[in-house]
C-alpha cells in the first residue's frame, strides 16, 4: 500500500497492509532539514513550512496525515477590517531578527505592543514584550522587511500542494478549534465577562457551517478535517470546554461526517477525558498525540481497550526520552510496545506524544518508520 491508501484504510476502520506511522515533525526537523536559517521559512517563506513538511515527509517515507498545516484562505474569505499594518525589522544579530508592526494614523506610527522574535535555530515567538528581550516599546531606528516571497494560500495553491502530497499521505484543513482559552489572559477574560464568552459559544457554531460550506465549494477539497486545538485541557476545564467549545466541535463532526469526511483532533497535554467525550458523544474519526505523564495522562494500552473500537488513536512515543535522548534500541523498543498496545484490529497510527525535537536523531526517525513496516505487518 501506499502511505495514501494506508491511512485511508486506517480512518475507514478496515486493517492495512502495516500500522501506518506518522511521527510528529510539523516543525523543527523540516526547518532543520533545509539547512538554512528557520528565519528564512517562518519570515521570509523561503521555503514556507509547509512545503518543507512535505519534503521531510518524503525524505523518510512517512505514511504523512497533514493535520492543516497549509494555510488555506477559502474564495469568499472575510478580510478583517482595521488599520493597514506594516511590518518592519527592529533588531537584528546572529541569533534572531525581530520583527515589530505599525500603521500609521494622522500621520503618527503607532506601534503594535508585542513583537514576533524570529530565531536562527528555531521556531519564532509571537507576541513577546519587547521590554522581555530589551528593547523599547517604540523603536528608534527599522526598516521595513523585504524578500518575503510571495505564497499561493488559495484554493489553487491548495490543489497544487496536494498534488505534490500525492500518495505520500493526507491533506487536512481546519474547520474549527477545540481550544478557546489559550492562556492566562482568556482565563481571566473569561471569568470577567462571562456574557461575551456565552456569545462566543453560539456564534462558533454559525462560523463552522460557514467554514463548512466554503471546504464544500471548492474544486479540490481536503482529505480530513481538523477539529483539535493545542492544549485544549490545559487552560480549558473539561466544563469549559463543554461550555465553549464542543457545540461547535460536535457540530463540525456532525457536519463532515454526513459528507463523508474523516475528522482529526490534535491536542497535546492532558487528553484521556478528550479522548473519552470524543468517542462516546461524536463520530470523531482520529484523535492524538495521547501524551504520556508527565505532559499528559494517557495510557495507550487503557485507551484502546476502552475506545479502540470507536475512534483510531494516533501516538505516542515519548518525543524526549525516547525519540530525542534515545537509542536506536529505545526507539524500536518503545515502536514495538504502542504496536503491541494498540494496533490490534487496526484503528492505530503509530506517532509521537507531540512534535519532535529539533536534534531528534535521524537514525531514530528512521528506526521507528522501519518498526512500523515490519514489526507492524498484519
Known amino acids: 500500500?501506499?502511505?495514501?491508501?494506508?491511512?485511508?484504510?486506517?480512518?475507514?476502520?478496515?486493517?492495512?497492509?502495516?500500522?501506518?506511522?506518522?511521527?510528529?515533525?510539523s516543525n523543527m526537523i523540516p526547518a532543520r532539514l533545509t539547512g538554512k536559517p528557520f528565519w528564512d521559512l517562518y519570515l521570509y517563506n523561503d521555503p514556507p513550512i509547509w512545503e518543507a513538511y512535505l519534503d521531510c515527509a518524503k525524505h523518510f517515507d512517512i505514511d504523512a496525515l497533514m493535520d492543516g498545516?497549509?494555510?488555506?484562505?477559502?474564495?469568499?474569505?472575510?478580510?478583517?477590517?482595521?488599520?493597514?499594518?506594516?511590518?518592519?525589522?527592529?533588531?537584528?544579530?546572529?541569533?534572531?531578527?525581530?520583527?515589530?508592526?505599525?500603521?500609521?494614523?494622522?500621520?503618527?506610527?503607532?506601534?503594535?505592543?508585542?513583537?514576533?522574535?524570529?530565531?536562527?535555530?528555531?521556531?519564532?515567538?509571537?507576541?513577546?514584550d519587547p521590554a522581555d528581550i530589551g528593547l523599547p516599546s517604540e523603536p528608534k531606528e527599522y526598516r521595513p522587511v523585504e524578500g518575503v516571497k510571495p505564497v499561493d494560500r488559495s484554493p489553487d495553491g491548495?490543489?497544487?500542494?496536494?498534488?505534490?502530497?500525492?500518495?505520500?499521505?493526507?491533506?487536512?484543513?481546519?474547520?474549527?478549534?477545540?481550544?478557546?482559552?489559550?492562556?492566562?489572559?482568556?482565563?481571566?477574560?473569561?471569568?470577567?465577562?462571562?456574557?461575551?464568552?456565552e456569545e462566543l459559544a453560539r456564534t462558533r457554531v454559525d462560523d463552522v457551517e460557514r467554514r463548512f460550506k466554503q471546504i464544500m465549494a471548492l474544486d479540490v477539497k481536503p482529505d480530513f478535517l481538523c477539529v483539535g486545538g493545542s492544549g485544549t485541557l490545559v487552560f480549558q476545564s473539561v466544563d469549559i470546554l463543554r461550555q465553549l467549545a464542543l457545540p461547535a466541535v460536535k457540530r463540525g463532526i456532525e457536519l463532515a461526517t454526513a459528507a463523508g469526511f474523516p475528522t482529526h483532533v490534535h491536542?497535546?497535554?492532558?487528553?484521556?477525558?478528550?479522548?473519552?467525550?470524543?468517542a462516546e458523544e461524536t463520530d470523531l474519526t482520529v484523535i492524538d498525540p495521547l501524551e504520556i505523564p508527565p505532559m499528559g495522562n494517557c495510557n495507550l494500552a487503557e485507551l484502546k481497550r476502552l475506545?479502540?473500537?470507536k475512534i483510531v488513536l494516533k501516538g505516542?512515543?515519548?518525543?524526549?526520552?525516547?525519540?530525542?535522548?534515545?537509542?536506536?534500541?529505545?526507539?524500536?523498543?518503545?515502536?514495538?510496545?504502542?504496536?503491541?498496545?494498540?494496533?490490534?484490529?487496526?484503528?492505530?497510527?503509530?506517532?509521537?506524544?507531540?512534535?519532535?525535537?529539533?536534534?531528534?536523531?535521524?537514525?531514530?526517525?528512521?528506526a521507528m518508520v522501519e518498526t512500523a513496516r515490519t514489526y507492524g505487518r498484519y
Open 1 to 25: 500500500m501506499t502511505g495514501r491508501e494506508r491511512l485511508l484504510t486506517v480512518l475507514h476502520g478496515e486493517v492495512p497492509d502495516c500500522v501506518p506511522v506518522a511521527p510528529d515533525f
Open 69 to 128: 498545516g497549509f494555510p488555506l484562505q477559502y474564495p469568499d474569505q472575510e478580510q478583517a477590517i482595521g488599520p493597514d499594518w506594516e511590518r518592519f525589522i527592529v533588531f537584528q544579530n546572529d541569533e534572531r531578527i525581530v520583527v515589530q508592526a505599525s500603521y500609521k494614523e494622522n500621520g503618527k506610527r503607532i506601534w503594535r505592543k508585542g513583537v514576533d522574535v524570529f530565531h536562527v535555530a528555531d521556531p519564532p515567538s509571537g507576541g513577546v
Open 158 to 197: 491548495f490543489k497544487a500542494f496536494k498534488e505534490r502530497m500525492g500518495d505520500q499521505g493526507l491533506v487536512g484543513a481546519w474547520l474549527t478549534l477545540s481550544s478557546v482559552l489559550t492562556d492566562e489572559k482568556d482565563i481571566f477574560d473569561y471569568y470577567d465577562h462571562p456574557e461575551k464568552y
Open 267 to 278: 491536542s497535546c497535554g492532558p487528553e484521556k477525558e478528550l479522548v473519552q467525550i470524543m
Open 307 to 309: 475506545y479502540g473500537d
Open 316 to 366: 505516542n512515543l515519548h518525543t524526549t526520552e525516547v525519540m530525542l535522548r534515545g537509542s536506536v534500541d529505545d526507539v524500536i523498543a518503545a515502536s514495538k510496545q504502542a504496536i503491541d498496545d494498540a494496533a490490534a484490529g487496526g484503528r492505530f497510527i503509530l506517532s509521537t506524544g507531540d512534535q519532535c525535537g529539533r536534534d531528534t536523531p535521524d537514525e531514530n526517525l528512521r
